[in-house]
């Protein structure tokens, strides 16, 4: 069957939904943190904890969410996602006890499952196929923007409101964001029963790259961004050097979107892979050349921007379109139990190794992630010298 035209306004709604459901549940304790502390008596890490415990939620649930948007369609998996965020940030303005902040967090990590990229990407791709990997960078441009938008936007309603009514405004903003799925189109989609076109060893060994390398990329990243301002501080530089990262995330999608079709999965793979030893080089040098430090944070700012688009542009290139969903819910669960674990696990090795140790660390697991993308890019390579067409061709 054809897929339908995508719609010009799509990019724009959807990219707002993710705008907000970023900003209202993954970077709301960068914000809200201290007065919550302040006001519970809550400590730091009992408050991050509440994320913590959505992140692993969130990978309890992957391998179910392919079947429900099958069965119910992207556009209501979607908008339940945002409703139940936005009924989480109700519930912790009301909160008074910790059991009752970690079950919110328990209905945030359902509904940032729902709602957030992995989802959304699966619910267009399911949509639109192969036409949809150029509104996924488009959404992965206006997402990238929720931490610009909504930690100067909560900042600034701690000025004249509590945290509780901070986060009731929060859920207002989760109820616009719901609104916003509207425009997405309601079609189920059955889930494809096996691959068809391909050997059952190559299925297996890509699929077992694909979730080796979004895992260990993911580590190195949520680990490295988690724990940035200590970096920064470690060199003498101002806390303030920290907004090269997210103008290098901004950056890197912008370029990304422009190049258009030219910049195919793979080789946006193989380029953000093999940036990614150079770039850790670049800070492991900050110890002699303080202007590396600068490059660094712009630069891993940049690659962790494009890893997003990575991660949901390369099935498109490795499994069929109607596979997408159901491998992606299965094959992204060990990179989100690494999301959970990776701040905690680089706090320890900064203790234990120090800033540098702990960069020596992740330079080390970057040459492992680059041989995993060149393997990734020459097995597709090898197809085409066979004479086998691309899925995405």
């Known amino acids: 069957m054809k897929n339908p035209a995508l719609p010009r306004a799509l990019s724009l709604t959807t990219g707002c939904n993710q ?19 302040a006001d519970t008596g809550w400590s730091s890490a009992q408050i991050y904890s509440g994320l913590t415990l959505a992140m692993l939620v969130m990978a309890a649930l992957s391998p179910f969410v392919a079947r429900l948007l099958a069965r119910i369609g992207g556009q209501r998996v979607v908008m339940t996602g945002s409703l139940l965020i936005a009924l989480s940030c109700l519930l912790m303005a009301y909160t008074h006890s910790l059991i009752t902040w970690y079950s919110a967090w328990v209905l945030t ?23 949809a990997r150029r509104t996924i960078s488009r959404v992965t441009l206006a997402g990238g923007l929720a ?9 600034a309603l701690l000025m004249i409101m509590n945290w509780r009514e901070a986060l009731l405004i929060y859920a207002l903003f989760g109820l616009l964001s719901a609104a916003l799925t509207l425009s997405l189109p309601n079609h ?28 260990l990329i993911t580590f190195v990243s949520n680990g490295t961004s988690t724990h940035l301002p200590e970096f920064i501080a470690s060199v003498g530089l101002p806390v303030t050097i920290g907004m090269l990262w997210g103008i290098g995330q901004t950056g890197a999608r912008f370029l990304e979107v422009v190049t258009g079709a030219g910049l195919t999965p793979l080789r946006l793979t193989l380029l953000t892979a093999l940036a990614m030893p150079v770039c850790f080089m670049l800070g492991l040098s900050s110890t002699l050349f303080l202007w590396s430090a600068a490059g660094f944070v712009l630069g891993y700012g940049a690659i962790n ?34 999301a959970a674990a990776s701040p905690l696990a680089y706090a320890w090795l900064n203790r234990a190794l120090g800033t540098i140790g702990a960069m020596w660390l992740s330079w080390g697991l970057t040459l492992v992630i680059a041989g995993l993308a060149v393997a990734i890019v020459k097995g597709q390579a090898s197809r085409h010298a066979e004479g086998i067409p691309a899925l995405s061709d």
């Open 147 to 155: 931490s610009v938008v909504f930690w100067p936007l909560g900042e």
């Open 188 to 215: 189920t989609h059955p889930l494809a029963n096996k691959p068809a076109t391909r050997a059952v060893g190559e299925d297996r060994r890509n699929s077992w790259l694909y979730a080796a390398f979004i895992a």
């Open 305 to 338: 921007g494009l890893v997003t688009i990575v991660k949901a542009t390369l099935p498109l290139q490795l499994f069929a379109p109607e596979e997408y969903a159901r491998r992606t819910g299965v094959l992204l669960i060990p990179a989100q139990l690494m």
């Open 109 to 131: 990590g359902i509904g940032m499952r729902l709602s957030l990229y992995d989802a959304l990407f699966a619910a267009l791709v399911n949509l639109y196929g192969q036409q």
């Open 19 to 37: 705008l907000i459901n970023w900003g209202i549940s993954f970077y709301m304790p960068g914000t809200f943190a201290r007065a919550i502390s």
